[in-house]
């Protein structure tokens, strides 16, 4: 049998991790139609309430329970409002590797909250589950998530040329598909233990 992460919530200092609930259906549908996300991302586009239910109702457990990884909503502790959205998938049992991908809404942007949220979740896969890898994929242009990865801790380790379709804007307003290179990332248990880690130590 396929083993699989167990049903959690994470606390970090000003954010909860925790299973999507219906209720987070309209704030999911805003966060993946921002213009970001769309250029960044493969989300469907538009990203209709529908899209939203299904994630939330089947999409999102499903990953989980077939053991490709785990997918948690990112909160605000103090006014429980929905922020993110971070995803560990294609998770490798053997090796004990697994790639994370996230999601800030705009207007929670800045504040921390990626590098805060992934952090936990990697603070909880190496310690709570033992895992050895974190891997973390950033197209080329997109300097907000380079920014998170390099907070965090994560190596660059290459760059796969030509590997992925990210979108940009036309002219008339719509979406174009260009092709870019991916940078590798990887996150180690001892990355975090570094003294010099650039958010301070925070395996201690
Ligand atoms: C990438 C993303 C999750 C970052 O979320 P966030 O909560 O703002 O991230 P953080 O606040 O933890 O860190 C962002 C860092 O990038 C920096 N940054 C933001 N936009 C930037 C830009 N255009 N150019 C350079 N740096 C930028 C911020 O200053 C911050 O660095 P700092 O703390 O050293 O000042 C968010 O921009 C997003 O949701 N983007 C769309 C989806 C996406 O790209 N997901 C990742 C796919 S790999």
Known sequence: MTPTFPDISISTERLVLRPFEEADIPELADMMNDELTVAWTSVPHP???LEARDWIARQAPAERLEGRGIVLAVTEHLTHRLVGIVHLMHTNWRALTTEVGYVIAPWARGEGYAAESVLALAQWLFGDQKFERLEL???AGNTASQQVAQKIGCISEG????AVIVRSRTEDGGWTDIRSDLIVWGLLPEDLEEPGHPMGNPAR
């Open 47 to 49: 990203y209709t309430t």
């Open 137 to 139: 994929r950033t197209a």
């Open 159 to 162: 760059i796969l040329r030509n």
